[in-house]
């Protein structure tokens, strides 16, 4: 056996592994596994909604919209597959158009207040992200059940739950970027003879749409796979998002177009992430500069 050349492989592989600049091997083979291991079983599930037979654990072919379209318990034929996407998309527009505007002015209130207060008011913002949201939607139960009496179970109590957990997202994204820009192109504006509704409207507002447009977007697909506040408030099948419908489907013996809803709830999510991503992209290339183009305009007209 030949050993002339084992020192000279030994010392090649200590150099190899004390090489800071090296590839990463080690860790793009755990990174390629991990994305293998989570992507996989979502693929297959994606997969079998196009099956043509009824079996969800194999894939039967030719591929076919069966359980898209075309059959009686197909997604968009089935009552309450539909009445499930209705709800899910009223459930989601309804808590963007509320929870953002409200996060919106938190954010710039949080933003001004100087004091105690203020820093038990940070606090209480960020708790929601700490508190399980199986505890807060037993709580909402509990409130609107026992307290709240005249709020009955079903869209509108599902929206306020939704509001009270989403509407940090604006408040934590919108305020980052009020850090960020700072008070200086407000001051400027005021100095230039504009008022400080007008400075807001005019100066601030312009430069915060891209947090806001993100904010919403966040809220809007966080909304979409929501169960556990949904599912608490719901007041039977019609009030049934499709989060919920995929869970109670999926623990009977469900025919393929649970896997449809499913991959209409991903798609979703990932055309609006998709879509904010593109035009967050597009607004701070637009609004780069605006603030400084509008106090400039606003000194032209004082």
Do not use: C
């Not at 909304?223 to 007041?235: E, H, N, T």
Request: proline fraction near 6%; aromatic fraction near 10%; charged fraction near 15%.
């Amino acid at each position: 056996m030949d050993t002339s050349n084992a020192p000279l492989a030994q010392k090649r592989r200590r150099g190899y592994f004390r090489n800071p600049w090296r590839r990463p091997r080690i860790l793009q083979a755990i990174t390629v596994s991990y994305l293998a291991w989570s992507i996989l079983p979502v693929t297959i599930a994606i997969l079998i909604s196009f099956t043509s037979g009824r079996s969800r654990a194999i894939f039967q072919g030719p591929p076919s919209l069966r359980w898209w379209i075309h059959d009686d318990l197909s997604v968009l034929k089935n009552p309450e597959y539909r009445v499930a996407i209705k709800q899910t998309l009223v459930l989601g527009l309804s808590t963007v158009l509320i929870a953002v505007p409200i996060g919106v002015l938190f954010a710039l209130a949080m933003n001004r207040w100087r004091g105690r207060g203020a820093q038990t008011a940070n606090f209480f913002v960020l708790l929601t992200f700490v508190v399980p949201e199986l505890i807060l939607g037993t709580s909402l139960l509990i409130f609107f059940t026992k307290l709240a009496t005249f709020i009955q179970l079903g869209t509108m109590a599902q929206i306020l739950g939704l509001v009270t957990f989403q509407i940090n997202y604006p408040v934590i994204i919108v305020r980052s970027r009020l850090l960020s820009i700072g008070r200086h192109y407000e001051e400027a504006a005021m100095d230039l003879g504009a008022s400080p509704l007008q400075s807001l409207r005019k100066v601030l507002l312009p430069m915060l749409y891209p947090a806001i447009f993100v904010s919403a977007v966040l809220v809007f697909a966080d909304v979409i796979d929501d169960f556990v506040i949904v599912r608490y408030l719901s007041l039977g099948a019609p009030t049934e998002p499709m989060s919920v419908k995929v869970y109670t489907a999926a623990r009977g013996s469900p025919v393929p177009a649970i896997n449809a809803m499913a991959t209409i709830m991903l798609m979703t999510t990932l055309l609006v992430v998709t879509l904010g991503s593109l035009a967050f992209r597009h607004f701070a290339k637009q609004q780069q500069g605006e603030g400084a183009s509008v106090t400039a305009e606003l000194a032209s007209q004082m």
